[in-house]
């Protein structure tokens, strides 16, 4: 059966949710992230993308492009409650929701008479409570979904029928679908595929040598054909922080990050009430090698002191000094810290 999936992601969330809070800060271009020149960027508003200012910028080099930039220090907290408040209002119109980051979920709508009133309402009751713009795309998967919200940014509404899906998909270029990172994407080019169209026409072994059990996916995805579910109950194995900077090997810096994701990490397994008994520690150097280095616990831990006294740990232990470009950490042998709290005290 033909289903019906929308998928919602917020416009420039941060930073929208700060221009809401604050009158001053409307219709100027707002940053949000660490507010020390060597911090970098979290989110930019539409305003500030002008400048050609994103995420993951150093400050420095956003004020140079933008001098009148206003940057916002972070605050993961109110960032949070307002992503719960805002995943909550629209689960009270669609049970069958999957939220897959701070301000992104999937729906499955497949039941509903009217997707498009329906997407249009959702919108309208968003904006009215939280004063933030989505972007929403309508397909029958969850790939072309995404691919959709994507399109119209920001305030953007956007549906991929089956007719639609040739023109939309085989137009893309490489480099928008997911699993094609930069080294690949030269590596087609250089063979002159370029877009989506090229692509097609190389058969699934090729892809598969080229890109792992990837190869399969993107086999698939350039062809429309996505048969994920919207899992709305998706019993996690890990969490972890991860992102893209620009490339360093200051060890401060790196340093400095893996604080913040120790933070982020220990409130996210404080949410769910869950510890855990292995962390990994992920690095990604400037020529895209990624090396991960794990270390496990007897006793599950989940404070962010623990979290960053072994994150460090195991970053001194392993780093090569070579200048990285993304780094994270993750929890993985997760356990529910109120089973684990009843058979701590059983044994005692
Ligand atoms: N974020 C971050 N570091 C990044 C990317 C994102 O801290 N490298 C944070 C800030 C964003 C939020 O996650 O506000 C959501 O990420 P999105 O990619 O959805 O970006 P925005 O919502 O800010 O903008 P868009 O309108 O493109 O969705
Ligand atoms: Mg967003």
């Not at 949710?17 to 508003?45: C, F, H, M, Q």
């Not at 993308?49 to 400050?59: C, E, G, K, Q, T």
């Not at 309402?121 to 972007?135: P, Q």
């Not at 023109?167 to 990172?181: A, M, Q």
Request: hydrophobic share 35%; glycine share 4%; with cysteine.
């Amino acid at each position: 059966m033909k289903r019906n999936i929308i998928h919602i992601d917020i416009d420039a969330f941060y930073a929208s949710v700060e221009e809401v809070e604050n009158e001053n800060l409307r219709g100027k271009p707002v940053a949000v992230g660490g507010v020390s020149d060597r911090s970098i960027i979290a989110t930019v508003n539409y305003k500030a993308r002008r400048y050609n200012l994103h995420s993951a910028m150093p400050i420095f080099m956003a004020k140079s492009l933008c001098p009148d930039l206003i940057i916002v220090k972070s605050d993961m907290k109110k960032y949070r409650k307002k992503s719960r408040e805002i995943f909550s209002l629209i689960k009270s119109y669609c049970k069958n929701i999957e939220k897959v980051s701070i301000d992104e979920c999937y729906l499955d709508i497949s039941d509903k008479k009217d997707p498009v009133g329906f997407a249009y309402m959702l919108k309208k009751k968003i904006h009215e409570k939280f004063g933030l713009t989505v972007s929403i795309g309508l397909s029958y998967n969850k790939f072309l979904a995404k691919l959709a919200s994507d399109w119209r940014k920001p305030d953007g509404f956007m549906i991929i029928s089956e007719a639609d899906m040739p023109d939309i998909l085989y137009n893309l270029d490489i480099k928008k679908i997911k699993g094609i990172g930069e080294k690949s994407q030269a590596k087609l080019r250089n063979i002159g595929i370029n877009k989506v169209e090229d692509l097609i026409k190389l058969d699934e072994e090729f892809l598969v040598d080229m890109f792992g059990k990837m190869g399969s996916e993107i086999y698939l995805r350039i062809r429309g054909i996505d048969n994920r579910p919207v899992e709305t109950k998706r019993i996690r194995k890990s969490m972890g922080v991860e992102r893209t900077f620009l490339d360093t090997n200051d060890e401060e810096l790196l340093k400095s990050y893996l604080d913040n994701y120790s933070k982020e990490l220990a409130a996210d397994l404080e949410k769910e009430n869950r510890a855990f008994k292995t962390l990994t520690l992920k690095m990604k150097d400037s020529e895209f090698k990624i090396r991960t280095f794990s270390k496990s616990f007897l006793n599950p831990i989940k404070s962010y002191q623990d979290i960053y006294k072994h994150s460090i740990e195991i970053f001194e232990k392993n780093y090569n000094k070579k200048k990285l470009r993304l780094m994270g950490i993750s929890a993985s042998n997760l356990v529910d810290f109120d089973i684990f709290q009843l058979s701590f005290k059983d044994l005692y």
